[in-house]
């Protein structure tokens, strides 16, 4: 069975003093582009890091700069 149309949630945000560390369901071999916003209803979505290639059934990115913002929400895009 493949991944086309497959469905990967985020599963866990971890603060770590200035890190986030984004969790997310994933597939092996399978690439994805974790970005945050930090305004929803003006989204201006930014790379957290660079393209993440899953390697078990979970990927993870850390933030290291969102110190400098009150909040950020995520999202994670499979790159097909």
């Known amino acids: 069975a493949g ?3 497959a469905v ?3 599963t866990g945000i971890t603060v770590t003093q200035e890190l986030i560390n984004v969790q997310w369901e994933a597939a092996s071999g ?3 582009q974790p970005q945050y916003t930090t305004n ?3 989204p201006n979505w930014q ?3 660079g393209v993440v290639t899953a390697t ?3 990927a ?3 933030d290291t700069g969102a110190a400098v913002d009150n ?3 995520y999202r994670v895009l499979r790159i097909d």
């Open 3 to 5: 991944t086309a149309g």
């Open 8 to 10: 990967f949630s985020i």
């Open 30 to 32: 399978i690439p994805f």
């Open 40 to 42: 929803l209803s003006l």
């Open 47 to 49: 790379n957290v890091s």
């Open 56 to 58: 078990s059934e979970s």
């Open 60 to 62: 993870s990115a850390t």
């Open 71 to 73: 909040k950020r929400h």
